[in-house]
């Protein structure tokens, strides 16, 4: 999973020595490497913790006449060719040779990077260039490139600059009636070097031409295949034989794609997913592992956007483990989404009730609302997935960098624990507080700089059992966190450090356990260390391997290591001598068992033990020391499959698929205090949470939903789990959220955590079961739990139909707003959206008028999404667009259809969402009218108020200050610029009143803030103005404090102006 942070960084782009098109024409990082390709050079940059130029190549102003400006380009996979096609049909291949020089920062710290030559090795005109044709993107292998004409055919390039000629693809459908499927045995014809069709010996007299011409590839050189996208829409599939792409014969065409609107297409051949941008701005995943069925569909729709909000899709960039994708739209923004459909970041505000948000409604241009305001033309990842670089549409000057952090999932040969939630970055970690569930809050916490400066990026985290201690492994060594001591504990010897390739991290109780390869004799094996001392005279044991492992799991004394394909084995550790610094522990590993299964299904991705479980009165009668080996184990694969192995006899059940990520509960913790003890484990995939009890009948294990009870003011799909707060009874999850500032042109993201309660599910089951006596000790160990309170809400919700209408009515009379909201949610499903809306309007005046703005917010994003729902179920033909929303949403960038007189999205709102906009309005005109401002702030925050458009509507009614010398007097006693908060809200008021140039709102502020600088352009332009204000400070003795603003602003006018005489 990963989630942006930190504010977006720029890497400047060179400009042209020419005009030139304003579009960047190739983006790719490999191996740390980042190579832009731009209409009339190159440039290769370094993507490792130094971003710095190493090379470029500038094309003359001769070169660029004659031959044309870069059209397409592509960097084979060794990274020592570059490819690049001009518009004039010129090929050119460039060297990539790393040069002797080193960079140094500050001319001492090494940095490992080298200085690049780029040079040209080979200029050629294409045959084809006299064809009038348009070509598509370069597709290539170790050997050859790939190009698509508007012909529909596909030519072939050696990397040597040989041209072998264009082929057809065989288009003909077999005899079934498979649609989808075409014709597996026919072979494709192929063309001469011009692209005319000859009857030579390859070409075969059924190959149909094709009438669209060829406007995408996509190759996986892993799966071999070979994706075609026609300018019409139509995506077709080839498999690729291992001859390569040289030789016609050899792509072979499979399967056509139903879709017929797919604009571009990217592969994660790991997870074997297609993604399918389309022309109305949705992604469409494909499941090329079964006969490429559609698995779903992703888009902003459901966020209130459009298709002719954000257009189509523009591109697609999957991160290098392939478990989520980026999606770049022609028009703005773009959208990281995991492969579950949760929207794990988005450059594109979340909108409110009005136009602000559209991209055609700017109210001035230099105010920049969001990062790819103007869509997205390219984008790549590093190969660690810490950084996202992106291009925006039409801009050619600059790469923006966004930074992600990945989560400690319990995945792969790094184990984790469920009561310390982990996200780490390339050089920090941001560790969930929460000790105080209340309020969870995220920290910084940066390594050691003597650490982080030679073995850049982190690249492993592992916290132990108990959550105390975090492992931390960068490219070598291996640090220990003491997180109650706030300690770093690292090898005193570097020597040692640097012997140390991590692959994966465990904690075996006080030990870590360290997957570690050998790169001298090109092996793997395991490094126990005590979490007391790192040194090589401290190392326990020494574990050889196999091969390198595909996960690895720890239980009480058991350790499990799988191995590719499907081989598990189990180990028993014994210690003896106690694990002190005054003692010298041994530690052994003895063989317990060894499984090898054969089965054709994908390979594991994750293997947890799952401990026996025992009745209650056995497991408190029992010896808690007593370790007993576990005979089960759940098992996650790369598909997404979730079973359960049964390690006494080989059977594997299937429990359920489309699974991310799951939690084993059981056994795994000793607390008294544990309220979820009852559970066997949790898992999550694009259904939400999914909770699994035990069970003593013939069926072991019972499964039930219970995340999407709440999905509107609880966690939704923009909130990702990433573990548990057993002695809490919550999931922990994070949200992106974005904070914008006056003085930064992009937001900053802020990883953002989020808690959803599951106690109601616990008491239910236990209900269900007649377990009477267990769900009371659970209920009298929770009371003094935080969500207590909504968990009985809940559970009543579910278990007794009442009139759920008149508890809602109580709850408002009583004041307990939080408590009616949750009943909204049960009247929604209970009673209907029309009953459920009236309520919620009523609950937001209330909300409202007791300045509970952050529920308010919840109730705004309620109504709007249980609107769109009722409009979109209604049977009414006014009612039925789903375009309507977006016309409340986006007025000003609504345009009648002159084809479509008729459309129902020229009608007016509706009425419960005009509600809505009157109950806000009518909020804001009160609070300006009384100059509440902070009130004014924190309403606009946590309501996503439109303020910039309210101002221009009001700038002669509410907003609209008497005079200058009593809106100064007033507003100053309104906001106490000795306070921090006070002048915080002063700076949000100031920004938005710049952006609509209210010239009375911003000398007032201005002067409150002391900004001269605001003051000065003000003035500089209306001596006038600038006299009035002199005149009003000087006369009135309460303005006394701002004297020295009115000399320091005096001189800089005085400054100006005899700079201008002179």
């Not at 607390?671 to 003890?677: D, P, R, S, Y």
Request: charged share 20%; glycine share 6%; net charge negative.
């Amino acid at each position: 999973m990963y989630m942006a942070y930190g504010w977006p960084q720029v890497i400047p782009l060179e400009l042209p020595n020419c005009p030139s098109t304003q579009q960047i024409v190739y983006l790719k990082v490999v191996n740390s490497l980042l190579l832009v390709v731009a209409p009339t050079h190159i440039e290769l940059w370094s993507s490792s913790r130094h971003r710095v130029r190493l090379g470029k190549y500038k094309r003359d102003v001769d070169s660029i006449q004659r031959e044309g400006e870069n059209l397409r380009a592509i960097w084979s996979p060794d990274t020592k060719l570059i490819a690049v096609l001009t518009s004039s049909f010129h090929l050119h291949i460039f060297k990539v040779q790393r040069a002797e020089t080193k960079i140094y920062i500050g001319g001492k710290q090494p940095t490992g990077l080298f200085l690049s030559n780029i040079s040209l090795v080979l200029n050629e005109q294409v045959p084809f260039a006299n064809k009038n044709l348009t070509v598509s993107n370069f597709a290539c292998d170790n050997k050859h490139m790939l190009i698509g004409l508007s012909d529909g055919s596909l030519y072939t390039i050696s990397w040597k600059g040989e041209f072998c000629g264009a082929f057809f693809l065989d288009m003909l459908p077999n005899d079934g009636n498979d649609l989808n499927k075409l014709s597996n045995h026919y072979s494709n014809g192929t063309v001469a070097s011009g692209g005319q069709m000859d009857d030579g010996p390859n070409h075969t007299n059924h190959v149909v031409s094709q009438t669209s011409g060829i406007v995408h590839l996509e190759f996986s050189i892993t799966l071999r295949l070979l994706f075609v996208l026609f300018s019409d829409g139509d995506l077709i599939q080839c498999s690729v034989s291992k001859r390569g792409l040289k030789h016609a014969e050899s792509v072979i065409v499979e399967k056509r794609f139903a879709s017929g609107e797919a604009v571009c297409a990217s592969v994660a051949p790991d997870q074997q997913i297609l993604a399918v941008g389309t022309q109305k701005g949705a992604v469409e995943l494909y499941d090329l592992a079964d006969s490429a069925s559609l698995i779903r569909s992703v888009s902003l729709h459901d966020w209130g956007y459009s298709v002719e909000d954000t257009g189509p899709v523009n591109c697609i960039a999957w991160t290098p483990d392939n478990s989520a994708f980026a999606v770049g739209w022609k028009l703005r923004g773009h959208t990281v989404w995991s492969v579950s459909g949760c929207r794990l970041m988005s450059t594109i505000r979340q909108i409110g009730l009005s136009s602000v948000s559209s991209p055609v409604v700017k109210p001035n241009q230099d105010f920049k609302y969001e990062p790819m305001m103007g869509g997205t033309s390219l984008m790549h990842w590093d190969e660690h997935g810490y950084r996202l670089y992106a291009m925006e549409e039409g801009s050619s000057e600059r790469i923006i960098a966004f930074s992600f952090g990945k989560c400690c999932l319990n995945r792969g040969v790094s184990g984790t624990t469920y009561v310390r939630q982990v996200i780490y970055g390339e050089d920090r970690l941001l560790i969930v507080q929460s000790e105080d569930t209340d309020e969870l809050k995220i920290l910084h916490l940066n390594p050691p700089v003597s650490y982080i400066l030679q073995n850049w990026p982190i690249l492993h985290v592992a916290a132990s059992k108990d959550g105390m201690y975090l492992a931390v492994a960068g490219l070598h060594g291996l640090i220990l966190y003491d997180i109650r001591l706030k300690r770093w504990r690292v090898f005193g010897d570097v020597t040692q450090e640097q012997q140390i390739q991590c692959r994966g991290l465990l904690w075996l109780g006080k030990i870590v356990v360290v997957c570690n390869y050998v790169e001298s004799s090109s092996t793997y094996e395991l490094l126990f260390y005590p979490r007391y001392h790192l040194d090589q005279s401290s190392l326990l044991c020494r574990k050889p391997l196999l091969t390198n492992p595909m996960a690895m799991d720890v239980y009480q004394d058991y350790l499990l290591i799988t191995y590719h394909p499907f081989d598990v084995h189990i180990y028993h550790v014994k210690i003896t001598g106690e694990l002190s610094p005054s003692s010298s522990p041994d530690l052994q590993l003895s063989t317990v068992r060894e499984l090898s299964i054969m089965t054709a299904k994908s390979h594991p991705a994750a293997i947890h033990f799952i401990p026996d479980q025992l009745p209650h009165d056995d497991m408190s009668r029992s010896d808690t020391s007593s370790t007993h080996e576990p005979s089960k184990c759940l098992i996650l694969r790369i598909n997404g499959d979730l079973s359960l192995l049964d390690l006494d006899d080989g059977r594997e059940r299937e429990l359920t698929h489309s699974v991310e990520l799951f939690w084993v509960t059981c056994g795994q913790l000793g607390e008294k205090t544990n309220l979820i003890e009852e559970v066997s484990w949790l898992d999550y995939g694009h259904r939400g949470m999914q909770v699994w009890y035990p069970s003593l009948g013939d069926d072991p294990f019972k499964q039930e939903d219970f995340l999407q009870l709440d999905p509107e003011l609880e966690f939704d799909r923009e909130v990702y789990p990433l573990g548990l707060l057993p002695n809490a009874g919550v999931v922990v999850g994070v949200s992106q959220r974005m904070s914008f500032s006056a003085c930064t042109e992009f937001p900053c993201f802020e990883p953002s955590p989020q808690a959803q309660t599951i106690l109601h599910c616990l008491l239910r089951h236990l209900l269900q079961r007649d377990k009477r006596e267990e769900a009371l000790r659970l209920a009298q160990l929770s009371a003094e739990k935080p969500h207590f309170s909504h968990c009985l809400e809940w559970l009543l919700f579910t278990v007794f139909d009442a009139e759920i209408s008149r508890l809602f009515d109580e709850c408002v009379q009583q004041r307990w707003y939080r408590t009616a909201a949750c009943y909204i949610l049960v009247i929604a499903k209970l009673e209907g959206p029309a009953v459920s809306q009236c309520c919620a309007l009523n609950l937001l005046q209330a909300t409202l008028n007791e300045s509970l703005y952050e529920l308010a917010g919840e109730l705004v994003r309620f109504l709007l999404r249980s609107g769109r729902e009722y409009e979109h179920s209604s049977t009414d033909s006014e009612r039925d667009s789903p375009r309507l929303l977006g016309y409340f949403l986006f007025p000003s960038s609504f345009r009648k259809q002159s084809n479509d007189a008729k459309s129902p999205s020229s009608k007016e709102p509706s009425a419960h969402i005009a509600s809505v906009k009157n109950i806000l309005e009518s909020h804001a005109n009160y609070l300006m009218s009384g100059k509440e401002l902070s009130e004014l702030v924190a309403f606009v925050k946590g309501t996503q108020f439109d303020l910039v458009e309210y101002l221009q509507r009001e700038r002669y009614g509410s907003a609209r200050l008497e005079d200058f010398a009593s809106g100064l007097e007033m507003i100053g006693q309104k906001l106490h610029m000795g306070t921090l908060q006070n002048r915080l809200d002063a700076e949000f008021l100031l920004a938005n009143m710049c952006s609509v140039k209210f010239k009375e709102w911003i000398v007032v502020l201005a002067t409150l803030l002391r900004r001269s600088e605001v003051l000065y352009d003000l003035f500089r332009h209306n001596l006038q103005l600038w006299q009035a204000y002199s005149r009003t400070i000087q006369a009135h003795e309460t303005f006394a404090e701002y004297h020295d603003l009115l000399e320091e602003l005096e001189g800089r006018l005085s400054l100006t102006a005899y700079a201008e005489d002179t």
